[in-house]
């Protein structure tokens, strides 16, 4: 789909649409679409995302996706936003993350500014699910202004903490300033098991975007599995998988990585769960966190 196309569509059904959050009566409603996108690239060693992976130098994506529905934009993360560089400036720990973890980002990967391009305005976000609270996640939380957050109940807690004990997590607070009253926190309920995931959440109430609980890389993890519009399904892991070889092997993250994750043995339940989801659900699209292989593989647009 072209940029004028895209926004040609945009303007159709969430602008001139006289039924704001659905389908115009009497016509077809809007298809579910996935666009994958990054905000820019991490440089490490494709050893460090899989134990026993292989010693290869890789870039790595720092994905959003956007997700066109009936009932508005949504956005799965959030990447690093406009903002990114002027958050991290005089960050004690910013020399030696850029030395463990280089980035390459400029302001025009900011997932508000692609957003522009593609001919729809930040305020149009309706709602931004949050896989979890990390730097490279929530960078754009604040570049969405009429977006509701969406994030478990245990990760917003896990984050809210102070400042100096949430960096030690990864999280970043001034990536969170001025969301709190534009919070929906998510409680998983039991009796609404998934497959091996014992508790979901369905988002629309519609069975097409539903949330999933994935802890371990952090506390409340969750995992978004969507419907399209053609009836083909796409499972966004976010970093409870960082590549395909996580659930495939299995293996679980490299030795060193592990030591940062808040949970291994969580982590690794969750691992095996996917792995079992994947197996009894082939015709399902995975897409890890950062897996540059499979990145490069995905369809400019999923629908």
């Known amino acids: 789909m072209t940029r004028i196309k895209r926004a040609a569509w945009f303007l159709l059904f969430f602008v001139l649409a006289p039924v704001a959050l659905g389908a115009v009566e009497g016509e077809a409603p809007v298809p579910v679409t996935i666009i994958p996108k990054t905000t820019g690239f991490f440089k490490t060693n494709f050893k460090y995302m899989v134990a026993g992976g292989p010693s290869e130098e890789v870039r790595i994506p720092i994905p959003f996706y956007v997700i066109l529905h009936p009932q508005g934009v949504v956005l799965f993360d959030s990447g ?52 979890h609270m990390h730097l490279d996640h929530v960078g754009g939380l604040r570049d969405f202004p009429n977006a509701t957050v969406v994030v478990s109940r245990t990760e917003w807690e896990s984050a809210n903490v102070g400042r100096w004990r949430a960096r030690l997590r990864g999280v970043m607070k001034e990536q969170l300033e001025g969301i709190e009253k534009r919070l929906r926190l998510v409680d998983f ?37 969507v419907t399209l519009g053609s009836g083909k399904r796409v499972f966004l892991t976010g970093d409870a998988v960082w590549v395909r070889e996580n ?57």
């Open 247 to 303: 659930y495939l092997r299995p293996a679980p993250k490299s030795w060193f990585i592990r030591h940062f994750e808040e949970n291994c043995d969580e982590a690794w339940e969750t691992t095996l769960k996917i792995k079992e989801f994947s197996e009894k659900n082939p015709d399902v699209l995975i897409i890890p966190g950062h897996d540059p292989h499979v990145w490069k593989e995905l369809p400019e647009e999923m629908r």
């Open 189 to 225: 309920q039991p009796g609404t098991a998934v497959g091996p995931f014992d508790a979901s959440d369905d988002l629309f109430g519609d069975g097409s975007l539903i949330l999933l609980p994935t802890p371990g890389h952090t506390p409340g993890h969750e995992s978004l599995l």
């Open 80 to 131: 690093l936003g406009e903002d990114f560089r002027e958050q991290v400036h005089g960050w004690w720990a910013h020399r030696l993350f850029q030395l463990l973890l280089p980035y390459q980002f400029k302001k025009s990967d900011a997932a508000v500014q692609q957003l522009k391009r593609m001919g729809i305005p930040p305020e149009a976000v309706r709602v931004l699910v949050v896989s």
